[in-house]
């Protein structure tokens, strides 16, 4: 079970790469990069390491040691979030690439883990609801798009990127079996709400109906 839900969301990781593959690029006018680049590469790595916690999900392990190592497998990943930026930047290898699977990878973090975290009871299945609430952006984008209404442009804002930085960390942190269920699912609520507003405000400004 393990072997194949993680090869299923590895693929999946993958194919997003794979798709995305002549964005490997500073600009979209720019000349594509000969190569990968180590940033991209542990970008592809943390997707790696959440598709291995992913298998976890669901699996009720007999020992309590094993429940130690999805908690590791996702810190490591969220570490690798804000590493694989500043090895971009060093190495003058940012790419529209990377940026995309940044976004794709942080929600896709931030489904696998918290199902496996209320499977374990460590934390609140409502807190599910920021799972989804970047899927359900995108689709109302898309309807958007298909129906041929206006989309007003976000402008740049590391709000986002930090306020997804504290949710990886929050999850992290709660799947590590040392730290209480009340606690952990207590938390949940005061983490989830920001991110939840954020959303409804980014939505309100895409659709015309906030500046």
Known sequence: QWGIVATLIWGYAWQQCWQRRDT???TEFAPLYTSLGLANRL??????????TA???FQH???????WIPALLYSVAAILDRVDGFVARRTKHSSLLGSALDNIFDALGLIVAPILAV???KIHWSYLLVSVAYYAFQLGLAWRRKNKR?????A????RRTLAGFQMGYVAVALWPPFSSPITQASGFAFMLPVLLGFIVDWFIVSGRLQ
Do not use: E, S, Y
Not at 43 to 52: C, D, F, N, Y
Not at 61 to 67: G, Y
Not at 150 to 154: F, V
């Open 119 to 121: 499977d374990l009871g």
């Open 55 to 57: 298998g976890f999900i």
């Open 43 to 52: 970008t592809l790595l943390r997707g790696l390491l959440i598709a291995m």
């Open 24 to 26: 490997n690029r500073p």
């Open 150 to 154: 206006t989309i007003a442009a976000l």
């Open 61 to 67: 392990p007999q020992f309590a040691f094993t429940t």
């Open 156 to 159: 740049p804002n590391k709000l």
